[in-house]
């Protein structure tokens, strides 16, 4: 029988490389538990009309890369190709909004995406999600892109640059529809592009191909043509941000694949990764919750592509601090010792320390080889014959001292000793 393999555009994340991503994960998170985020959990699929009206019918992510399917119950669903629009779904229907401004969530899981798997472009990948919702605040701005910051600062990355512009909003972005559509029909473009400038002629800046890059050298930009209000928003981040000790490079042309963002709008790029450089995105999107019949409220987020941040801190050569495997483990040599190193293990887990054996006859050898390869620094190698003396010994696994401790001191010895 033939066997299988995991779908184009996944991949298994597996041990050691599994404590990696874990440690990834958890350090982009860590700066948002000390900001105040609660952590909120989402289905992993949604209605499909949460996504097609919240992200945007003119999307690539909507339009071609959704996973999509019918319930037995005659229901569209989707599995999610982002968290923010599930995240504004559950803060609508729990109304959330009537409590205290802003609601912080962060979330973290799956995603899903159709696209063309390539490196660093994966069709299931893991994004970080933070979002701060209700409150219209330019420092809450700069207080989601400084975590950002911090978050790729805590992993050792140094190669990656803060993309920054506004896309202003319902006071001045329709004028500059206008004028970029005015603009757009002058040029010579393919239908296929005329097609996409008419859905949204914005995304026409990001065509990447080098005959159109050229036409669009004179284009009009919306921070050129941003109402005082938003200007005034845009000053104000900036502000903050320079208070916040981050830097960032203006990014006019920046496009970014959902539809729902206005004002503030920044990307974090990596130099490191070739073609797919984005190791995290966000925006506000003062229009999200009306969007999908909630209050007219306003919010802002990003999410980090963990996976691709795994790429980037590989790129530069850093390592990642993992949480050491166990702490302690019990080698035991004989049919009394196996008794003896499953209860030790038992008590030594129950109260807090780490701690394993081997299972199955692997001999002293093998059983040696596999206490090295837990990450233990101790290991408590015990015999019948030691057990007859009422002793084990204990061995640092660094150093191979080992002591013949008393039984009865064991448990606290091996405790004292790993530190627990
Ligand atoms: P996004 O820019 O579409 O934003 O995705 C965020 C990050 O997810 C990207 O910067 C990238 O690191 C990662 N990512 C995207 N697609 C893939 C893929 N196919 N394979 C691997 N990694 C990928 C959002 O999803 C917004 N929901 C962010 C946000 C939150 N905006 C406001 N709040």
Redo the contacts with the bound molecule.
Sequence with gaps: MSTFSAPK?TFDTLPPASAEFLAVRDTLVAPLRRAGYGYIETPTFEDTTVFARG?GESTD?VSK?MYTFTDRGGRSLTLR?????G?MRSFIEHRLYSGALPVKLWSVGS?F?Y?R?QA????????V???ALGVDDPALDAELVALATQGYRDLGLTGFELLLTSLGDETCRPQYRELLVEFLAKLDLDEETRARAALNPLRVLDDKRPEVQAQLADAPLMVDHLSDSTRAHYDAVREHLTDLGVTWTEAPRLV???D??TKTTF??VHDGLGA?S????????DGLSAALGGPDLS???????????LLAIRAEGLDVVTSPGVQAFVVPLGAAAKSFAVRLVGQLRAAGVSADTVYGDRGLKGAMKAADRSGATHAVVVGDRDLAEGVAQLRDLRTHEQVAVPLGELFDRVRATVGA
């Design positions: 555009g992200v992510v890369e190709p982002e968290l923010t629009a995240l995603v995406r696209e798997p660093g472009r994966y069709r299931h990948f893991t994004q999600d933070v979002e970014r694949g959902l729902y963002y990307e974090f797919q984005a190791i995290g995105g966000g925006g506000r999107y919010g802002i987020g990003y999410a980090v592509g963990v996976d691709r941040t």
